[in-house]
């Protein structure tokens, strides 16, 4: 049998495994990224944890490579850029870092671009050729499919829906701008709509006893389950915000189906709803009538990041 | 040699010619769209004008196809569906119809998409594999082009740019929405800007003596160029809706370059200087630096429509 490791590095934590080309994983670990500020030290306790969980029947002539998801990971030249949640600054060669360290061919791209890889080889996407992913999670990342490729773009980059705009004046992005939709649509989006709708309303809220902090997309899903008026309301300004700009989306790239992944999706008909009803709202007339699916992803959370990395080593190294 | 004909049919003119693969015309001729209520009598028209016009020394056996440009156009199925600016309602099955009256393989996609397929056949995309094209006449166009290829959408309608959300509460637009691009970025668009500029202002202008209906992008042009505030404020105020919508559409498909084609764009630095300062300046960070050029299309306004629509036979037919 044949394995991939998959590796995806996130703001918080970074997790990792090996799995076979049928999407079973044999082993998976994690660390925390934010303890490493160097990023050579940081990759050799990614190498020993793995070496550690490894089985031993696992030969390492059968690993065929190491496929990585990050933030602002170039896909083509192998490097990150700058990634504002990542503890390593300017333009890190990590693809080369890690196939020196491995002894293992390694391919990097985006963590959504990953995500969308996942979903097509194990999830929800399987039979489709032309679909977005939004993984929602701290920040907003996106990947495209058009005819069964990823959209990497010309410069490496394709795929950053979550900084599109919403408003010129509105909240502070951690990119450095002002009203990107991660902003609105994000585990942070949803608590800064929160706090801001528990600053505007009366509404006494399960949530007013729980700091910013504190505050978790889990959390806020329950209250809005359990009919709390400042959680339902948070969700379906989210949703409207959502489903505005998927608007937008569709008319690019015109795909079958938007996949949404991760905590906030998690919330079923409190998100998709909202969501749905303003997708169809604001979309152009002749892509109206349900055309494009909102769905939610098909994999489970805690596969997903590893199966999504690793699905780069059967699309382009076992090709090779 | 080989010939191909191309039909561009707008809510205004049609234009047909003929060509040869070096993009030389060696006939062309126009008709007024509206004046067909009924599109076969119209197909006929086009074909006894073409029949008229094509040199007696081009054999019928040599015409390898015909490819068309038009509004709502889908290049799976070869329809019409809805156009909103041509006479002829519901789903019209072009290709088949034009194929039986001149018996010759004929391949339809929409007006931006030839567009984009002519800029990089004979224009200013030549050496180019991922870029924008945004065709700025009556409506606002687009034809989107990832690693050499023209995105078509599983539907068959992607890049339709033009109806990306501006403003929810904003200007009404001919497909049923509100605040879509279109109607601030567009020879209309900007009619609408200048009535609303000269409106809210005290200042005299050139153009006010200008009735709307006569009122034209060239005559703001040449009012801006000769120093009409309400002109001048009227370009600045499209370039800004303009350059602000075009850092959503880069950061989807990332592209080298995005051009632009159609009188609007003959407006240069008045209208390029704005779009690309709040392109900038509303780019996703990783994103700046001028990596993205806005340039204008190296096609010829009175040649780009016939040789879009065409280079679809040297690409799509002639490739059989």
Redesign the interface.
Known sequence: MKYAIGIDIGGTNTKFGISNEQGEIFAQGKIKTQEYSEIKPYIDTVYKELESIIPSNIDHADILGIGIGAP?ANFHDGTL??PPNLPWKNIVPLAEIVKERFELPAIITNDANAAALGEMTYGNAKHL??FVVLTVGTGLGSG?V??G?I???????????G???VN?NGRFCG???RG?LETYVSATGIRRTVYKLMADYNEPSLLRSISFDDLSTKTITEAAKRGDHIAIEAFKYTGRVLG?KL???V??????AIFLLGGLAKAGKHLFEPARENLEK?L????RGR?VRLLPSGLKDDDAPILGASSLVWKYINAK
Chains 1, 2 share one sequence.
């Open positions: 602002n850029v700058n050729k032309d495209i058009i005819n490729e959209v990497y773009g010309y410069h490496g980059f394709a795929g950053e829906l900084h599109t705009l010129a990119c450095g701008k990107c505005m608007s937008d989306f008319v690019h790239t015109d795909p079958q604001f152009m007339p002749m892509f055309k």
